[in-house]
Nanobody, 124 residues
Framework: QVQLSESGGGSVQPGGSLRLSCAADATTYSNDCMAWFRQSPGKQREGVAAISIRFGTLYSDPAKGRFTISRDDAKNTVYLQMNDLKPEDSAMYYC??????????????????WGQGILVTVSS
């Protein structure tokens, strides 16, 4: 099991930017499939972006063109750069990991490991 810890959340005005980080435990980190999900109150959790060496990056429609997922395997860390944030981006954001790269083929697949989540609030 991979231990995941998110950071970088907070409050920002519409049009602003945030960068989320997800640090994985070095002893269990797997550089296979990593992803970001989010969940707003009253809504189901939804996939935002995923990254793997084999399949590259994958984005949800709301994230395309505004968010960028990246990874630094030397630091066991995955990032989500979020630009041009909108109020509807407000949510708890979760980092997820899976030992199978095929999991990164779809944001609807089940992921093995999850972080505790971090809050992002976009409001004027």
């Amino acid at each position: 099991q991979v231990q995941l810890s998110e950071s970088g959340g907070g409050s920002v005005q519409p049009g602003g930017s945030l960068r989320l980080s997800c640090a994985a435990d070095a002893t269990t980190y797997s550089n296979d499939c990593m992803a970001w999900f989010r969940q707003s109150p009253g809504k189901q959790r939804e996939g935002v972006a995923a990254i793997s060496i084999r399949f590259g990056t994958l984005y949800s429609d709301p994230a395309k063109g505004r968010f960028t997922i990246s990874r630094d395997d030397a630091k066991n860390t995955v990032y989500l750069q979020m630009n041009d944030l909108k109020p509807e981006d407000s949510a708890m954001y979760y980092c997820a990991a899976d030992s199978l790269e095929n999991t990164c083929r779809s944001l609807y697949n089940r992921f093995e490991d999850w972080g505790q989540g971090i809050l992002v609030t976009v409001s004027s």
